[in-house]
């Protein structure tokens, strides 16, 4: 069996810059070759984190009492999303704030479309976090459903931002909270807020219910999960020749255009990653848990390795 190899990743920036300070004042503790070397080593390709960084180290290096502020900059995260709606890479929606993500949205919105959807962009797209639902798929299907008008409803009583039925909703905020009569529901569900919610937790169950395949979980969000069912057990197709699903792939192509065209410019901080190969696993786990105390994200996997280097006495591998 080849050797473990641990490869330690820190996914937020000022994460790192923190953890970064905390190893140089424990320096005399860890000594010159620590894991530290590893750390510092990181094919960092970001302009800003160099910057930050030089004046992280000249405070230190200085002994100045406190350490500098680092911005903090507020962005959406979806590490977790498994099922993408057409194959983006959403762990770049991490590299823009949340503001620069909002006008990338808007870009290939109709004007009366983006001036309705920007009040409500960043609760959609939290609530779609909070559930690791691809955001781009669910405001397409804000989009499709109500053309962001809260105020929207259906002949058959569907209700709000996401159109949601009254008995969807008893049902849904019953799994949620705690069982409700159909009236309160009815009301329930007028609320923006509350409307989105059981829409994106409505989602994510579609989701797991059709095993992360996003056109049933669509069709199903129209049609019902029980028509989809009933359609698979027949053999019938589901999503040929469907309007709906037509309708929501047209808006997410408008919802995505801006974004796909900067994803080729947006460049993970750790693009290219070191990791130890180590003897001794355990033992240097336990050194390195202790070194940081802001935390860690661990994979112990084989990976293709095509460059060994070595930095003061420490094995390295360069992961391309």
């Known amino acids: 069996m080849k050797t473990a190899i641990t490869l330690f990743r820190i996914d937020l920036f000022d994460r790192l810059l923190r953890t970064v300070a905390f190893c140089l004042k424990r320096w005399e503790w860890v000594g010159?070759?620590?894991?530290?070397?590893?750390?510092?080593?990181?094919?960092?390709?970001?302009?800003?984190?160099?910057?930050?960084?030089?004046?992280?180290?000249?405070?230190?290096?200085?002994?100045?009492?406190?350490?500098?502020?680092?911005?903090?900059?507020t962005n959406y995260k979806f590490y977790a999303v498994q099922d993408s709606f057409r194959q983006i890479d959403l762990t770049k929606v991490a590299l823009l704030s949340q503001n620069e993500f909002h006008d990338a949205l808007v870009q290939g919105m109709p004007y009366i479309i983006k001036k309705r959807?920007?009040?409500?962009?960043?609760?959609?797209?939290?609530?779609?976090?909070?559930?690791?639902?691809?955001?781009?798929?669910?405001?397409?299907?804000?989009?499709?459903?109500?053309?962001?008008?809260?105020?929207?409803?259906?002949?058959?009583?569907?209700?709000?931002?996401?159109?949601?039925?009254?008995?969807t909703g008893q049902y849904l905020i019953g799994k949620l909270e705690a069982p409700i009569s159909y009236e309160n529901a009815k009301k329930a569900i007028l609320n923006p807020r509350k409307n989105v919610q059981l829409g994106m937790y409505y989602l994510k169950y579609l989701l797991k219910k059709f095993k992360g395949?996003?056109?049933?979980?669509?069709?199903?969000?129209?049609?019902?999960?029980?028509?989809?069912?009933?359609?698979?057990?027949?053999?019938?197709?589901?999503?040929?020749?469907?309007?709906?699903?037509?309708?929501?792939?047209?808006?997410?192509?408008?919802?995505?255009?801006?974004?796909?065209?900067?994803?080729?410019?947006?460049?993970?901080?750790?693009?290219?990653?070191?990791?130890?190969?180590?003897?001794?696993?355990?033992?240097?786990?336990?050194?390195?848990?202790?070194?940081?105390?802001?935390?860690?994200?661990?994979?112990?996997?084989?990976?293709?390795?095509?460059?060994w280097s070595t930095f003061e006495g420490t094995e390295l591998v360069k992961i391309l």
């Open 32 to 73: 010159k070759v620590s894991f530290f070397s590893a750390i510092m080593i990181l094919g960092l390709q970001s302009s800003t984190f160099l910057d930050k960084t030089t004046t992280l180290f000249n405070s230190l290096t200085s002994n100045s009492p406190t350490l500098p502020i680092v911005e903090k900059i």
């Open 213 to 307: 395949n996003t056109i049933l979980s669509t069709c199903a969000y129209n049609m019902g999960p029980a028509m989809v069912k009933r359609r698979l057990r027949k053999g019938l197709p589901v999503g040929k020749k469907n309007v709906y699903l037509d309708k929501v792939r047209l808006a997410y192509h408008a919802l995505t255009k801006t974004f796909i065209s900067l994803a080729p410019n947006l460049q993970h901080p750790f693009a290219q990653t070191y990791a130890i190969k180590n003897r001794t696993v355990d033992t240097h786990l336990e050194k390195i848990y202790a070194l940081f105390p802001f935390g860690l994200s661990k994979d112990i996997a084989s990976w293709d390795f095509k460059k």
């Open 117 to 167: 959807s920007k009040k409500y962009l960043s609760m959609i797209i939290n609530e779609a976090q909070k559930y690791q639902v691809d955001p781009f798929w669910a405001l397409a299907i804000v989009w499709v459903e109500s053309a962001f008008n809260p105020q929207a409803m259906s002949h058959l009583q569907a209700s709000g931002l996401m159109q949601i039925m009254p008995a």
